[in-house]
Structures are given as structure tokens and as C-alpha cells.
């Protein structure tokens, strides 16, 4: 699966636990600064220990 921001074709690799909208899986990148917003939870999928590290 690919990650859900807009013109983003990296692999997803966390899904976010956002309190005021949808989740949303996202590729490590988009984790590291989406996740900083106060509520936000960050959950990386265990099968994609790989695609973290990018």
C-alpha cells in the first residue's frame, strides 16, 4: 500500500491515529513530521520494519 498523502508514491509504513479526522497509513516520512501535532499517534505496521528506515 502506498501512502496516503497526496503525491507520495513511497511504501506506508505507520498509521496515524488522528483524534480529529480519519487515520491515515502514511510512508515513514510523512510519520516523522505528521506525527509531531499534539493528539497524533503514530503506529508503524510491524511488517514494514524495512520501509521505516528510508
Do not use: I, T, Y
Not at 510523512?30 to 524495512?50: E, I, K, M
Amino acid at each position: 500500500m502506498e501512502c496516503s498523502e497526496d503525491d507520495c508514491d513511497r511504501p506506508a509504513a505507520v498509521e496515524l491515529h488522528v483524534p480529529w479526522d480519519e487515520n491515515r497509513l502514511v510512508c515513514a516520512p510523512h510519520a516523522r513530521v505528521l506525527g509531531q501535532q499534539d493528539g497524533v499517534v503514530a503506529d508503524p505496521h510491524p511488517d514494514s520494519a524495512d520501509d521505516l528506515l528510508e
